[in-house]
């Protein structure tokens, strides 16, 4: 038996489009699709196979829809708000028939787009950007075709290419937030953070609802090391109640690079409670951490982070000052010998400590040259 959800999307189809019609029992018809391909494709082995289950009741659904599309009882209208929907439900099949069906009444520009977008949702990068190219030669007014497409050549390394689209993007929507925000983003992967910030000054002129343009802006201040600028920014995203781990995250280097690192721990700190194994984070909080002289805790951080890399100088050295600050003598003087081997400097740096260390250990102390 198939699950009801189907017939659900069904009844949502119908309610969605105000309705079109279907000769016959939309129950009967679901149910003998699937069990015909049921019939076909399965074994004995495969009960219980909920995975195989979920295929069968989805080609049962694509057959029978397409049966509704063949019978021409959509309008061009109902298509439109069809599409969407399979789209949204990720049924990319049906969405593919569905346009082949409807291709003679579409404009061309709106066929290689529907078809590209269709393409892009399964990860066919290449292909997807075949046809927003055709889209673009076909209408190169078409905003939505020259956005995707700025797109495909992202998802396809082309980042140079990508520019080039969202700026004609830009020059074709001069009053596109989005638009700008794109060619901003563009800009900061080739470390143009100049370029990324004026074009999000420009985004954020428009539409200051766009989370992405203060991340982009704020991480393009920061690469700039323009702190003042950052945490306008930074302020701008509080005023306007935006919200997003990244830009905590972002709080957090602009406060490191501030000096204010309590703060900037408080952002970490809060950062890795939400999202586990940000070894990126916990490095910048381990940082935080040393600069505030904050050493309870500290250590297990460190260790998460020298598990990738046991032979990292400046996690080696945080180590040593953890354990020389909470007195763990014997553990600091065992990453000293391991520094040591690094470089000969730290028994130089830290004399005064690995002196303080031996004299609780009760070792006579030699003059390290």
């Known amino acids: 038996m198939i699950d009801g959800k189907w017939l659900e999307l069904y009844q949502y189809l119908q309610q969605q489009t105000g309705g079109f019609e279907y000769d016959g029992d939309v129950e009967d018809s679901l149910g003998s699709k699937y069990n015909f391909i049921k019939s076909q ?144 983003g563009c800009y900061y992967q080739e470390s143009e953070f100049e370029l990324a910030a004026e074009n999000c000054e420009q985004a954020f002129a428009l539409d200051n609802s766009i989370v992405s343009t203060y991340i982009t802006a704020i991480s393009s201040y920061l690469a700039l090391k323009n702190t003042e600028k950052a945490e306008e920014w930074i302020q701008l995203s509080i005023d306007n109640e935006m919200e997003s781990m990244e830009l905590v995250r972002l709080c957090g280097i602009s406060a490191l690079q501030c000096q204010r690192y309590e703060e900037a721990i408080e952002a970490f700190t809060h950062y890795t409670s939400v999202i586990q194994d940000a070894y990126d984070v916990i490095n910048l909080k381990v940082k935080a951490c040393v600069a505030a002289e904050q050493w309870d805790g500290l250590e297990s951080d460190i260790n998460s982070l020298l598990a990738l890399d046991p032979h990292e100088s400046e996690l080696l050295e945080a180590l040593f000052l953890t354990y020389f600050n909470t007195k763990k003598w014997k553990e600091a003087e065992g990453v000293i010998t391991a520094l040591n081997k690094v470089s000969p400097k730290y028994g130089t740096v830290y004399r005064q400590q690995i002196n303080e260390i031996r004299q609780h250990h009760s070792i006579a102390v030699n003059v390290i040259d």
């Open 41 to 184: 494709f399965s074994t004995i082995n495969d009960e219980g196979d909920n995975n195989k289950n979920d295929w069968l009741e989805h080609e049962a659904f694509t057959a029978f829809f397409a049966d509704v599309i063949r019978n021409g009882s959509l309008t061009l209208t109902q298509m439109e708000t069809v599409f969407n929907i399979l789209m949204s439900a990720k049924l990319c099949q049906l969405a593919l028939a569905l346009i082949n069906y409807f291709k003679p009444e579409l404009a061309e520009d709106e066929y290689y787009l529907k078809t590209g977008l269709i393409y892009q949702q399964i990860g066919e990068h290449d292909y997807a950007k075949s046809m927003f190219e055709q889209g673009v030669e076909s209408n190169s007014s078409n905003a939505l075709c020259l956005s995707h497409l700025g797109f495909s050549y992202i998802y396809t390394g082309n980042n140079s290419a990508a520019i080039d689209k969202f700026k004609q993007l830009v020059e074709l929507t001069p009053d596109a937030a989005g638009a700008y925000q794109n060619l901003a």
